[in-house]
């Protein structure tokens, strides 16, 4: 299976304590995106990266929340601090870059749940 | 301000029958739009796409239509099956702060397909 991947699929932590979530895009893909989705909600974006280049925060990316993407594959989103609203399914999409066009379909990943107690 | 919007929170339709699902957008900017299926615990599925050059895309069983005029699109689903039951989200492309890669997702509808 070459589709985006997740881990962990589900975690629960405190109030407070920091997490950390990978994912791994298609492997030829060179865009990477996170989103978060809450309870009867559409996935709301978060953070955009082309190759190892962070482009584009959303202003839902609170100074809590970090993602990087060392060596353009595989990138982490990291949340200090959690608190009860941080509760969400954290998506991972990756799009192929087709001569700079913005038409490219973005592929998602099975997602990881956080609950925060 | 939600600019993708999905104003029927479900939908139950007849096997067999047609399935139309309907989105609603605000934002002039947007180019591109896209149908995911979702299923509970998992992440959305891509499904189809159509790009604002055109007013129809098919595919098998799925057909998009965009109404630009409108800021309307819809997607039809004939022959529906008891599969296809989960939720809708419909996207575009474009829309926050110059961006062209951040999708906007609607709230979603949610398909029943009954036996």
């Known amino acids: 299976d070459t589709g985006v991947s997740q881990d962990p699929r589900h975690k629960i932590t405190k109030r407070g304590q920091n997490v950390t979530f990978r994912c791994d895009p298609i492997?030829?893909?060179?865009?990477l995106y996170w989103y978060r989705q809450t309870l009867g909600q559409g996935p709301e974006f978060l953070t955009y990266f082309q190759n190892e280049a962070q482009l584009e925060k959303s202003r839902l990316l609170s100074d809590r929340f970090s993602a990087e993407r060392p060596k353009g594959s595989f990138s982490t989103l990291e949340i200090q601090r959690t608190e009860q609203g941080d509760s969400a399914m954290y998506l991972c999409a990756s799009s192929p870059l087709a001569g700079g066009l913005i038409t490219d379909t973005q592929y998602f990943g099975p997602g990881t749940r956080l609950t925060v107690l | 301000d939600q600019q993708v919007k999905q104003n029927s929170p479900s939908l139950s339709v007849q096997e067999g029958r047609i399935s139309i699902l309907n989105c609603d957008y605000t934002?002039?900017?947007?180019?591109?739009f896209l149908w995911y299926k979702k299923y509970p615990a998992e992440g959305p599925t891509f499904l189809i796409s159509?790009?604002?050059?055109?007013d129809k895309n098919e595919d098998g069983r799925f057909t998009v239509f965009l109404n630009k005029s409108a800021k309307h699109l819809s997607l039809h689903i004939v022959p529906s099956q008891p599969g296809d039951s989960a939720v809708y989200f419909c996207?575009?492309?474009?829309?926050?702060?110059?961006?062209?890669?951040?999708?906007?997702f609607g709230k979603g509808t949610s398909l029943l397909v009954t036996p």
């Open positions: 159509i790009s604002s050059i055109k």
């Open positions: 934002n002039s900017m947007f180019d591109y």
């Open positions: 996207a575009a492309l474009g829309g926050y702060s110059n961006s062209g890669y951040a999708l906007n």
């Open positions: 492997s030829e893909h060179n865009r």
